[in-house]
């Protein structure tokens, strides 16, 4: 485990603050996907995506060139609707990002050629979107076919990210096919695989049942060791069948902050918005994190252990400065006790 990140973002935890910036940049996209959780009603509590106002051209570079610089995330994800349709902005903001020293990721669904430019920003990935193999993903995202996208990520180095539904786990070896198809593709740096994630109550068709998630996580642990661009750790495999309880439990959702189009409204409770179902949830970012969590760092010390406790200390900063837990809502004045702010001091030192 490289000890420097965990340093830096138990450093900004410490602060009060965020590690990671997710900017739903824009609220458009070409595709009408099902199951895309950005366009469902609850995404912004009582609305969604779709109905926000947006930035373009350069106003929409100096705002959140300004956003970055007043959180200065350690990481910035661009998401949307598809960050794609402002590429023109994007060729602007992601050099002058990349100049910052912020590790950017681009989410992206391909739907268009991505600049050849971007293949020499230092710190920036592509990760592209793809719903299986193709009969299924050129039903599922129209007009993004596989011949595109294919084409489209030529001379680039990307991350394929796939969300597994339980329609892919009805055809058995559907998962050897598709690793094997994108591991041959010179354009993939890396594989990566998540678990579609319901709301609370929902039980789209996408969802897989508890014995269907233990299947697919069970096969993942064979074939990463088939596939070395599946980018996806026995640790990290493993925190699946048992995910974080709630936001509140989850280290992704507590070192990030998402904003959507207009640059200021929050979606909370982490990036799904709305009232996801935690005991379903399939975020590989949520899983990542979790695993690092539980590894050992110094002695018996863990990585969570240390990011808890930075975290305890990070809001009691913030209640002292009568902010809100990382210092985004107004919040009581009144400072920690004394003694546990002592006690979480010494653990954090």
């Known amino acids: 485990m490289q000890i420097k990140p965990i340093l830096q973002t138990w450093g900004r935890v410490l602060g009060g603050r965020v590690p990671t910036l997710s900017i739903e940049i824009t609220r458009e996209c070409p595709l009408r996907c099902p199951g895309c959780y950005a366009y469902e009603d609850a995404h912004l509590g009582e609305t969604n995506l779709r109905s926000l106002s947006d930035f373009k051209g350069d106003e929409l570079v100096r705002r959140v060139l300004a956003l970055v610089d007043e959180q200065q995330p350690l990481h910035l994800s661009i998401v949307g609707g598809d960050p794609l349709v402002r590429y023109r902005e994007l060729e602007k903001l992601l050099p002058q990002l990349s100049q910052r020293g912020i590790h950017v990721q681009v989410v992206t669904s391909a739907f268009r050629p991505i600049p050849q430019s971007w293949a020499y920003i230092p710190q920036l990935r592509i990760?592209?979107?793809v719903d299986g193999l193709q009969p299924e993903h050129d039903v599922r995202r129209k007009p993004a076919t596989y011949d595109r996208i294919l084409?489209?990520?030529?001379?680039?180095?990307?991350?394929?990210?796939c969300t597994i539904t339980s329609a892919m786990v009805q055809r058995p070896g559907y998962l050897r096919e598709f690793l094997a198809f994108w591991s041959e593709n010179p354009a993939t740096e890396k594989v990566w695989m998540s678990i579609f994630t319901p709301q609370r109550g929902a039980n789209p068709i996408e969802c897989l049942s508890i014995e269907e998630r233990r299947q697919v996580i069970a096969e993942l642990l064979d074939l990463r060791k088939v596939f070395p661009k599946l980018d996806?750790?026995?640790?990290?495999?493993?925190e699946f069948l048992a995910p974080p309880k709630s936001p509140a439990d989850c280290i992704f959702a507590r070192t990030t902050r998402t904003i959507s189009a207009d640059l200021k409204t929050r979606v909370e409770p982490c990036q799904f918005g709305g009232d996801p179902d935690c005991s379903r949830c399939g975020c590989i970012a949520s899983m990542g994190l979790?695993?690092?969590g539980n590894r050992k760092v110094v002695g018996?010390?863990?990585?969570?252990?240390?990011?808890?406790?930075?975290?305890?200390?990070?809001?009691?900063?913030?209640?002292?400065?009568?902010?809100g837990p990382r210092g985004d809502r107004p919040g009581e004045t009144l400072p920690p006790v004394q003694e546990e702010r002592d006690e979480l001091v010494k653990i954090a030192s």
């Not at 084409?151 to 990210?161: F, K, P, T």
């Not at 996806?232 to 493993?238: G, H, I, P, Q, T």
Request: aromatic content about 8%; glycine content about 8%.
């Open 127 to 129: 990760s592209v979107s």
């Open 151 to 161: 084409r489209n990520i030529e001379g680039h180095q990307v991350a394929i990210h």
């Open 232 to 238: 996806m750790s026995e640790r990290m495999l493993r």
């Open 290 to 292: 979790a695993a690092i």
């Open 300 to 323: 018996p010390l863990t990585a969570g252990y240390v990011f808890w406790a930075s975290a305890a200390i990070g809001d009691a900063w913030q209640r002292i400065k009568g902010l």
